[in-house]
Nanobody
Framework: QVQLVESGGGLVQAGGSLRLSCAASGRTLSRYATAWFRQAPGKEREFVAA???????KYADFVKGRFTISIDNAKNTVYLQMTSLKSEDTAVYYC?????????????????WGQGTQVTVSL
Protein backbone atom coordinates (compact mmCIF):
# COMPACT_ATOMS: atom_id res chain seq x y z
CA GLN A 1 0.00 0.00 0.00
CA VAL A 2 1.24 3.50 -0.76
CA GLN A 3 0.66 6.65 1.29
CA LEU A 4 0.57 10.01 -0.45
CA VAL A 5 1.15 13.43 1.12
CA GLU A 6 0.65 16.64 -0.84
CA SER A 7 2.30 19.95 -0.07
CA GLY A 8 3.04 23.27 -1.71
CA GLY A 9 -0.41 24.79 -1.90
CA GLY A 10 -1.13 28.34 -0.85
CA LEU A 11 -2.38 31.75 -1.88
CA VAL A 12 -1.02 33.27 -5.07
CA GLN A 13 -2.00 36.17 -7.31
CA ALA A 14 -3.35 35.55 -10.78
CA GLY A 15 -0.49 35.08 -13.21
CA GLY A 16 1.73 33.63 -10.52
CA SER A 17 3.20 30.17 -10.04
CA LEU A 18 3.19 27.36 -7.50
CA ARG A 19 4.78 23.95 -7.33
CA LEU A 20 2.88 21.14 -5.67
CA SER A 21 4.61 18.05 -4.35
CA CYS A 22 3.24 14.57 -3.77
CA ALA A 23 5.53 12.50 -1.59
CA ALA A 24 4.91 8.76 -1.57
CA SER A 25 5.82 6.25 1.12
CA GLY A 26 5.21 2.57 1.63
CA ARG A 27 5.81 1.69 -2.01
CA THR A 28 7.99 3.02 -4.76
CA LEU A 29 6.20 4.88 -7.52
CA SER A 30 8.40 3.17 -10.07
CA ARG A 31 5.55 0.88 -11.14
CA TYR A 32 2.66 3.30 -10.56
CA ALA A 33 0.78 5.86 -12.53
CA THR A 34 0.33 9.03 -10.47
CA ALA A 35 -2.11 11.82 -11.13
CA TRP A 36 -3.28 15.19 -9.89
CA PHE A 37 -6.96 15.93 -9.59
CA ARG A 38 -8.66 19.05 -8.27
CA GLN A 39 -11.97 19.93 -6.74
CA ALA A 40 -13.36 23.44 -6.58
CA PRO A 41 -16.19 24.36 -4.18
CA GLY A 42 -19.50 23.02 -5.44
CA LYS A 43 -17.90 21.17 -8.33
CA GLU A 44 -16.92 17.59 -9.03
CA ARG A 45 -13.36 16.41 -8.73
CA GLU A 46 -11.64 16.63 -12.10
CA PHE A 47 -8.52 15.28 -13.73
CA VAL A 48 -5.58 17.66 -14.11
CA ALA A 49 -2.50 15.69 -15.14
CA ALA A 50 -0.89 12.26 -14.81
CA UNK A 51 2.49 10.64 -15.22
CA UNK A 52 3.80 7.09 -15.17
CA UNK A 53 7.12 5.72 -14.01
CA UNK A 54 8.66 5.95 -17.49
CA UNK A 55 7.77 9.63 -17.86
CA UNK A 56 4.69 9.33 -20.03
CA UNK A 57 2.27 12.20 -19.35
CA LYS A 58 -1.28 13.31 -20.02
CA TYR A 59 -2.89 16.67 -19.33
CA ALA A 60 -6.38 18.08 -19.18
CA ASP A 61 -6.94 20.55 -22.00
CA PHE A 62 -7.45 23.44 -19.61
CA VAL A 63 -3.89 23.18 -18.20
CA LYS A 64 -1.92 22.40 -21.33
CA GLY A 65 0.95 24.82 -21.70
CA ARG A 66 0.57 26.09 -18.13
CA PHE A 67 1.09 23.07 -15.86
CA THR A 68 3.88 20.50 -15.96
CA ILE A 69 3.88 17.17 -14.14
CA SER A 70 7.15 15.47 -13.34
CA ILE A 71 8.51 12.64 -11.23
CA ASP A 72 11.69 12.26 -9.20
CA ASN A 73 12.05 8.53 -8.78
CA ALA A 74 14.97 8.92 -6.37
CA LYS A 75 12.78 11.00 -4.03
CA ASN A 76 9.63 8.98 -4.75
CA THR A 77 7.88 12.30 -5.37
CA VAL A 78 5.66 13.67 -8.10
CA TYR A 79 5.48 17.40 -8.78
CA LEU A 80 2.97 19.69 -10.44
CA GLN A 81 4.50 22.95 -11.59
CA MET A 82 1.71 25.46 -12.15
CA THR A 83 2.29 28.72 -14.01
CA SER A 84 0.08 31.50 -15.34
CA LEU A 85 -2.43 30.68 -12.65
CA LYS A 86 -6.00 31.88 -13.04
CA SER A 87 -8.74 32.41 -10.48
CA GLU A 88 -10.53 29.37 -11.90
CA ASP A 89 -7.57 27.21 -10.84
CA THR A 90 -8.63 27.74 -7.23
CA ALA A 91 -9.35 24.30 -5.78
CA VAL A 92 -8.13 21.58 -3.48
CA TYR A 93 -5.54 19.59 -5.39
CA TYR A 94 -5.28 15.87 -4.76
CA CYS A 95 -2.58 13.39 -5.62
CA UNK A 96 -3.65 9.87 -6.59
CA UNK A 97 -1.87 6.67 -7.60
CA UNK A 98 -2.69 3.36 -9.21
CA UNK A 99 -0.43 0.26 -9.28
CA UNK A 100 0.00 0.13 -13.04
CA UNK A 101 1.98 2.01 -15.63
CA UNK A 102 -1.19 2.88 -17.51
CA UNK A 103 -2.32 6.47 -17.14
CA UNK A 104 -6.03 7.04 -16.53
CA UNK A 105 -8.18 10.14 -16.21
CA UNK A 106 -11.10 8.56 -14.33
CA UNK A 107 -11.24 9.07 -10.58
CA UNK A 108 -12.44 5.51 -10.02
CA UNK A 109 -9.30 4.01 -11.53
CA UNK A 110 -7.04 5.35 -8.77
CA UNK A 111 -6.63 3.32 -5.61
CA UNK A 112 -4.65 5.64 -3.37
CA TRP A 113 -5.31 9.27 -2.53
CA GLY A 114 -3.70 12.01 -0.51
CA GLN A 115 -5.54 14.45 1.74
CA GLY A 116 -5.24 17.36 -0.66
CA THR A 117 -3.65 20.78 -0.61
CA GLN A 118 -5.52 24.06 -1.07
CA VAL A 119 -4.58 26.36 -3.94
CA THR A 120 -6.18 29.80 -3.96
CA VAL A 121 -5.60 32.21 -6.82
CA SER A 122 -6.60 35.81 -6.16
CA LEU A 123 -7.42 38.38 -8.78
Amino acid sequence: QVQLVESGGGLVQAGGSLRLSCAASGRTLSRYATAWFRQAPGKEREFVAAINWSGGTKYADFVKGRFTISIDNAKNTVYLQMTSLKSEDTAVYYCAARPTGLIATDIGRYDYWGQGTQVTVSL
